[in-house]
């Protein structure tokens, strides 16, 4: 059975950092890259990035709003994916969901919720 | 502001159909795959359609999908109360080199 459990969530002051973990199980991790997904309270899904497969490169792509600060890396041996988030800004706070990227997210996690605030 | 735009909600009663619009752009729907997700609140997003039309093991054939230049639509027939939930379309953007999501419609069974 497919399973992504995100952690390291909490409450960060602004302009700190936090950096979340997406352990999966139960598939060949390194054969699929691996995407992350926010949504803020009350809003709708919004893209954050992901990694591709070392098989495709191990590269990454971010989204404008993230980019810069935010870096995404992977642990095939552990296989978990993680989110390092820098210079955390109020606007970051959402639910972050990791989702297996086959390019479609057919699995995601349960969410890990992330408030910036002072 | 979404790059996909969808209905912020819609409507129907029990056993009816709905359907559920995404109108992008050359640059992400009308030169890539159309994929949509049902969230119910409080859970993570699940996958209903993806490659414009195909339904996961699973996903009941009450749910459909289809593409039309730069937009497409997303169908659900026999609507039943448990259908009540979030419903988002995404895309590639090969301009922006980022998956892009509609703002989600909301959908009520009456």
């Known amino acids: 059975e497919v399973q992504l459990v995100e952690s390291g969530g909490g409450l960060v002051q602004p302009g700190r950092s936090l950096r979340l973990s997406c352990t999966a199980s139960?598939?060949?991790?390194?054969?699929?890259?691996m995407s992350w997904v926010r949504q803020a309270p009350g809003k709708g899904l919004e893209w954050v990035g992901f990694?591709?497969?070392?098989?495709?490169?191990?590269?990454?792509d971010y989204a404008a709003s993230v980019k810069g600060r935010f870096i995404i890396s992977r642990d095939d041996s552990k296989t978990i994916a993680y989110l390092q988030m820098n210079s955390l800004k109020t606007e970051d706070t959402a639910v972050y969901y990791c989702a297996r990227d086959g390019p479609w997210y057919d699995y995601w996690g349960q969410g890990t919720l992330v408030t910036v605030s002072s | 502001q979404s790059v996909l735009t969808q209905p912020p909600s819609v409507s129907a009663a029990p056993g009816q159909k709905v359907t559920i619009s995404c109108s992008g752009s050359s640059s992400n729907i009308g030169n890539n795959y159309v994929f949509w997700y049902q969230q119910f609140p409080g859970t993570a997003p699940k996958l209903l359609i993806y490659e414009n039309n195909k339904r996961p093991s699973g996903i009941p054939d009450r749910f459909s999908g289809s593409k039309s230049g730069t937009s497409a639509t997303l169908g659900i027939t026999g609507l039943q109360t448990g259908d009540e939930a979030d419903y988002y379309c995404?895309?590639?953007?090969?301009?922006?080199?980022?998956?892009?999501f509609g703002g989600g419609t909301k959908l009520t069974v009456l």
């Open positions: 990694i591709r497969s070392k098989a495709s490169g191990g590269t990454t």
């Open positions: 139960g598939f060949i991790f390194g054969d699929y890259a």
């Open positions: 995404g895309s590639w953007d090969r301009s922006l080199s980022a998956v892009v």
